[in-house]
């Protein structure tokens, strides 16, 4: 019991414990109805009490219930949502839905009421492709043509085989594998184009290196062999101007001794003229 329960409970027992003095009906009935009122309100207390406590017993149960149960596995999990996946994604191909439509139409139609039906259904579909449906659908037996209205045989849609479905799967992996053969092979193809590129870059680069390097030893060898004409014509004019100076030393030297002969000579000429002079006077005198 709670507090408000206790309170209400215990002003009824008061009312019903006073003496009161007789009053009119209307009065009374006026009581009566407050009472009935106090009592609804407390019924209401106490119902919505119960409600609380309820809903939080509820509240940890669950929680209780959750800690109890086992988790599932990532795995199943994942399966079941791929299961789901899968039911919603699966469509039906034209030829059940136009056995669907036949059924539905009390297994006799004309190709312009299939037509009309699959049109409401959602499927819209052109004359063209249903015609090519049909066809195939005749030519299995599932569905024959009489008096211009397709019925249905009770044949079943023959299902593709599993050896076809084998040979789909292995070509469509076939071309996988060579689209994937073919991309490694761009890619190889790509990577080498970039490998020659690079090695061309970089011979490139060495021969510009090359290049630059013999172009700068080959200004180094023409400044070197300038350096050496110029060194050559120095120590030609050096040596030209030295021979000049060594002929003209000779020269003067030929001249000096020759200057001194001429000179020698003369002196020896006079001498013998005064010794020829001498000679004759003598000879002049022993004759006399």
Known sequence: MTLEETLAVEETQV??????????AGKRRARKAK????????KKGKKKSK???????????????????????AKKSRKAR???????????????????????L????????????????????????????????????????????YVLTGKK??????KARKARKSRKSKKSKKSKKA?????????????????KSKKAKKAKKAKKSKKAKKAKKAKKAKKAKKSKKSKKSKKSRKARKSRKARKSRKVRRSRKRVAKKAKKSKKTRRSRRRSAKKAVKARK
């Open 35 to 42: 009472k009935a009122k106090k009592a609804k309100k407390a």
């Open 82 to 104: 791929k299961s789901r996946k899968g039911k919603k994604s699966r469509r039906r191909s034209l030829a059940q839905r136009v056995m669907a439509a036949l059924r539905a």
């Open 15 to 24: 009312e019903e414990t006073e003496v009161v003095a007789p009053e009119p």
């Open 51 to 73: 409600k609380a406590r309820k809903s939080r017993k509820a509240r940890k149960g669950k929680k209780s219930r959750k800690a109890r149960k086992p988790k599932r596995s």
């Open 106 to 149: 009390k297994g006799k139609a004309t190709f312009a009421a299939i037509r009309k039906f699959l049109n409401s259904h959602g499927a819209k579909v052109s004359k063209r492709r249903l015609r090519r449906v049909l066809r195939q659908l005749r030519k299995q037996r599932v569905v024959r043509l009489s008096k211009g209205k």
């Open 157 to 162: 849609i023959a299902k593709k085989s599993k």
């Open 183 to 199: 991309k490694k092979a761009k890619k190889a193809k790509k990577a080498k184009k970039a490998k020659k590129g690079k090695k």
